[in-house]
């Protein structure tokens, strides 16, 4: 059974820093792509960073960009997620994703952890 | 980056009836368009994907069409587990691949 479970998150004051665990099980991980994906409450799906199998690409979206460090260990079956300089925007449920065979789709998702960013 | 629009914002549909849930993007993104229905507390699923092809598990009631800018994903007889937010993702630029804003299927 695949399974992917994301750790880490919690609250923290603006400009602090956290780091997104994503363990996963069930499937051979160094064989995908993967994605960090957040929901601010309430709110729709923003993909925010993806990583290439062997983790020698990453790429970001624009309003994490220089923030946000995409990585992946893969003999331990784990991506990452560091957080750096967070803004109260940056307040969301962060969920990590396969892309599907490099598709373009995200085919299984973990149930998300919470990051608050407050004061 | 494209902008993808999902309208209406809200159905109200009957269980049984047949609801209709259309998405548009900013510019052609080919057939590189993806349907995921999201339950509340849960992670989103993958419904759809090439703009018309069911994921694996999928019930056949669920239908998707378009290519280029617009799309339509069918739920040709509602079920009570049916009634969710729905989402269309496209994954035709990177970076980022984007999402609509969602439709909320609700009871009517």
């Known amino acids: 059974e695949v399974q992917l479970v994301e750790s880490g998150g919690g609250l923290v004051q603006p400009g602090g820093s956290l780091r997104l665990s994503c363990a996963v099980s069930?499937?051979?991980?160094?064989?995908?792509?993967m994605h960090w994906v957040r929901q601010a409450p309430g709110k729709g799906l923003v993909c925010v960073s993806r990583?290439?199998?062997?983790?020698?690409?990453?790429t970001y979206a624009d309003s994490v960009k220089g923030r946000f460090t995409i990585s992946r260990d893969n003999a331990k079956n784990t991506l990452y997620l560091q957080m750096n300089s967070l803004r109260a925007e940056d307040t969301a449920l962060y969920y990590c994703?396969?892309?599907?065979?490099?598709?373009?789709?995200?085919?299984?998702w973990g149930q998300g952890t919470l990051v608050t960013v407050s004061s | 980056e494209i902008v993808m629009t999902q309208s209406p914002a809200t159905l109200s549909v009957s269980p049984g009836d047949r609801a209709t849930l259309s998405c548009r993007a900013g510019?052609?993104?080919?057939?590189?368009l993806a349907w995921y229905q999201q339950k509340p507390g849960q992670a989103p699923r993958l419904l759809i994907y090439?703009?018309?092809t069911r994921a694996t598990g999928i019930p056949a009631r669920f239908s998707g069409s378009g290519s280029g800018t617009e799309f339509t994903l069918t739920i040709s007889s509602l079920q009570s587990e049916d009634f969710a937010v729905y989402y269309c993702?496209?994954?035709?630029?990177?970076?980022?691949?984007?999402f609509g804003q969602g439709t909320k299927v609700e009871i009517k």
């Open positions: 994703a396969r892309e599907e065979s490099s598709s373009g789709t995200f085919d299984y």
């Open positions: 069930g499937f051979t991980f160094r064989n995908y792509w």
């Open positions: 990583i290439n199998s062997d983790g020698s690409s990453t």
């Open positions: 510019q052609s993104v080919s057939s590189n």
């Open positions: 090439g703009a018309s």
């Open positions: 993702q496209e994954y035709n630029s990177w970076p980022p691949w984007t």
